[in-house]
């Protein structure tokens, strides 16, 4: 409907939207961009722990990011978040001229230090000891963050150094690669929750 408007499709993320963007902006005659959110949303690793480990199961995963990939090549330009993924790009095959750095950007009017006494209240509010180093992320709960890894690399950190913290905001829920009951329950059966928050969703992430 509003093809006449526009000369150029910028898609954020290549899993779902990535290969029906790319042969609509060919059909239409489009510039098509292509943004990936995080790692391993060309080469298929995403999904990785989501595949069973059963050889047909493989095997009909390798041939649908074969035919996808394809499909993503035919794009005019790339854009990375991060070298690492500049990096993946470049090991599946695309040119490194045709990769540009883009990392996301922070509003530092709204994400900045705060006074003593606001931080004291924050941490009041969540439970936090008014002394602990606090460690934070913010995301979606799911297995291509690299959650399970960080949640093992925590462990280690807590059982050495006292007064840490590490609040996780966000939630996996209805999400297909969702890793939060795993996040749980590891925290729980490692007794972490003295060191862990979970946070939840949150409109205001500042």
Avoid at 28 to 35: A, D, E
Avoid at 143 to 159: P, V
Wanted: with cysteine; glycine share 6%; proline share 3%.
């Amino acid at each position: 409907k509003h093809r006449r408007e526009y000369e150029i499709v910028l898609v954020s993320g290549l899993r779902i939207y990535g290969a029906p963007a790319v042969i609509m902006c060919r059909l239409l005659g489009k510039k098509c961009i292509l943004r990936s959110d995080s790692c391993g949303e060309l080469s298929g690793d995403y999904a990785s722990d989501a595949v069973s480990k059963k050889y047909v199961k493989q095997l009909l995963s390798a041939a649908y990011f074969k035919i996808r990939n394809s499909i993503l090549r035919q794009v005019n330009t790339y854009v990375a978040i991060s070298r690492d993924i500049v990096d993946e790009f470049a090991a599946e095959g695309i040119p490194r001229s045709n990769i540009f750095l883009i990392p996301n950007g922070v509003n530092t009017s709204e994400f900045s230090p705060i006074d003593a006494e606001s931080k004291s209240q924050s941490r009041a509010q969540l439970g936090i000891p008014v002394n602990d180093l606090v460690f934070s992320y913010s995301g979606r709960l799911t297995r291509e963050k690299g959650l399970m890894l960080m949640i093992s690399a925590w462990h280690k950190l807590a059982r050495n150094h006292e007064n840490v913290h590490l609040m996780l905001i966000g939630t996996g829920k209805d999400m297909a690669l969702s890793c939060e009951p795993e996040l749980r329950q590891y925290v729980e059966a490692n007794s972490l929750s003295s060191s862990v928050t979970f946070v939840g969703p949150v409109h205001n992430v500042a």
